[in-house]
């Protein structure tokens, strides 16, 4: 079974606050997704990573960034938290072959900014 | 862009009956994927079903099948037989089947519907 974990379920933070949120992912994929989950929004992308050191800008990148030195390890930094990115963050990886695409989600993080 | 649309925020189905989930989707591509995913409650998000668009027959796991109109670009989902255990979101999504580096890989998610199973 493919897994995909997250370094916290619930994280408290204070504003201005550094935050990591850590992805593993054991599967050898190539692509390695963060998303942020809002009621009523759905999930909205905000950055992917297809290669080891490679990164593209989703829908909503501005105050986050993102780090994979590691094939199996995608991180989302926070740089100064704000509590309008109180959220849930979803992690999600997936192959890169035709007809292996589906997108394998983590537990998620539950992040609150005070 | 694409788009993708749920039109129903949330549904509610009886136990043992069948219910049907819309989504609608824009794209000018005439090669892509849809996917139906299931997020129960404090639960990890699951790929339900897989719909390839070249593909004219309808997908279908065990309960759940698709109704799949290219032309009208609507990609519904129905659930027979309805079980508590189908209680969750379900996000309908769309991926490109362009094969370029550093865009086609992402999915976009409907919001979401919330479906309801009453005993």
């Known amino acids: 079974d493919v897994k995909v974990t997250q370094s916290s379920r619930y994280l408290v933070k204070r504003t201005g606050e550094k935050v990591f949120l850590e992805c593993v992912q054991d599967m050898d994929h190539e692509n390695m997704f963060w998303y942020r989950q809002d009621p009523g929004l759905g999930l909205r992308l905000i950055y992917f990573s297809y290669d080891v050191k490679m990164k593209e800008k989703g829908d909503i990148p501005e105050g986050y960034s993102v780090s994979r030195e590691k094939k199996e390890r995608f991180s989302l930094i926070l740089e100064s938290a704000s509590t309008n990115q109180t959220s849930m963050y979803l992690c999600?990886?997936?192959?890169?072959?035709?007809?292996?695409?589906?997108?394998?989600f983590g537990p998620g993080t539950r992040l609150t900014v005070l | 862009a694409q788009t993708v649309t749920q039109s129903q925020p949330e549904m509610s189905v009886q136990e043992a009956e069948t219910v049907t989930l819309s989504c609608t989707y824009d794209?000018?591509?005439?090669?892509?994927?849809l996917f139906w995913y299931k997020q129960p409650p404090s639960r990890q998000m699951i790929l339900v079903i897989r719909?390839?668009?070249?593909?004219?027959q309808n997908a279908t796991e065990n309960r759940f099948s698709v109704n799949f109109q290219k032309a009208a670009k609507s990609f519904s989902l129905k659930i027979s037989d309805s079980q508590l255990g189908d209680a969750a979101m379900y996000f309908c999504a769309y991926r490109s089947a362009r094969n370029t580096k550093g865009g086609s890989e992402k999915l976009v998610f409907g919001k979401g519907t919330k479906l309801t199973v009453n005993p």
């Open positions: 999600a990886s997936s192959f890169e072959r035709e007809g292996r695409d589906t997108q394998y």
């Open positions: 794209t000018s591509e005439s090669d892509y994927y």
């Open positions: 719909q390839e668009a070249y593909k004219q």
